[in-house]
């Protein structure tokens, strides 16, 4: 991830920000959209969570059971996805 370092008046702008702030341009473009580090960490673990001993063990025993994939089939899945994905957009 790109690092932006704010200026003493930019940072300004976000002191006391509990929960985020849309981030705009000059002339009201939205540039994207500023979490606080706590706000992110929650959505990251929302999203990722941590995986578990068991769950761990789960999918290796499946893993071993059904076997794995090769590197073509891998291949051919994630460009699968990639299409379904950029069809959505």
């Given at each position: 991830?790109?690092?932006?370092v704010?200026?003493?008046?930019?940072?300004?702008k976000?002191?006391?920000?509990?929960?985020?702030?849309?981030v705009?341009?000059?002339?009201?473009?939205v540039?994207?959209?500023?979490?606080t580090?706590?706000?992110?960490?929650?959505?990251?673990e929302?999203?990722?969570p941590?995986?578990t001993?068991?769950?761990?063990a789960?999918?290796r025993?499946?893993?071993l059971?059904v076997?794995?994939?090769?590197?073509?089939?891998l291949?051919?899945?994630l460009?699968?996805i990639?299409?379904?994905?950029?069809?959505?957009?």
């Amino acid at each position: 991830m790109n690092r932006i370092v704010l200026d003493a008046e930019s940072l300004a702008k976000f002191d006391g920000r509990t929960v985020g702030a849309e981030v705009a341009d000059e002339h009201g473009n939205v540039i994207g959209h500023f979490l606080t580090a706590g706000v992110y960490e929650r959505f990251v673990e929302f999203l990722f969570p941590p995986v578990t001993k068991e769950e761990i063990a789960l999918a290796r025993r499946e893993m071993l059971a059904v076997g794995g994939v090769s590197t073509d089939e891998l291949r051919a899945g994630l460009d699968r996805i990639k299409r379904e994905w950029e069809a959505h957009r």
